[in-house]
């Protein structure tokens, strides 16, 4: 019965540890996609330049007039230099976590997501990350997004 207890015990522990490995992780993930966003509010290019990886890939899930759903390409050079332009208003994207699936270096993270210039709404949409932990970072090596204006809940 002894041995029975310990084994329990060492169950527990070991469930405990990697739940909160597993938070520690999640929490580190979250860190660097809201680095993206708040420099986006704050016009910081160095902000959004230090979320992402060497060699990133931006892609949005746009409509054509006729409705066909088109995948565009963003150069993510060009993305960083538009958010240290001066504009007017503050570009606010406020999301939500909604999953975060970690193996190992990998993490996909799924964000419902709203966007303001300034107070006025833009539109809506969810994001799909990809991240890689490089050394103790991690890194958006991948984000495509959804657009829309309409449904946004």
Request: hydrophobic share 40%; aromatic share 10%.
């Amino acid at each position: 019965m002894n041995k029975l207890k310990m084994l329990l015990v060492m169950l527990c522990c070991a469930i405990t540890i990697s739940a909160f490995a597993q938070n520690k992780e999640e929490e580190a993930i979250k860190k660097t996609i809201n680095q993206l966003f708040d420099g986006m509010r704050k016009a910081d290019s160095s902000l959004v330049k230090q979320a992402f990886s060497e060699g990133a890939i931006l892609q949005t899930i746009a409509k054509t007039k006729e409705g066909t759903a088109l995948v565009k390409g963003a150069d993510l050079d060009s993305f960083i230099t538009s958010i240290a332009k001066p504009h007017p208003a503050v570009y606010d994207e406020r999301i939500v976590f909604t999953k975060i699936l970690i193996d190992d270096n990998l993490a996909s993270v799924w964000t419902d997501y709203k966007f303001y210039i300034g107070d006025r709404f833009n539109h809506c949409g969810v994001n799909s990350f990809q991240l890689v932990k490089v050394g103790d970072n991690w890194k958006i090596v991948y984000l495509i997004d959804t657009r829309r204006k309409e449904n946004c809940n």
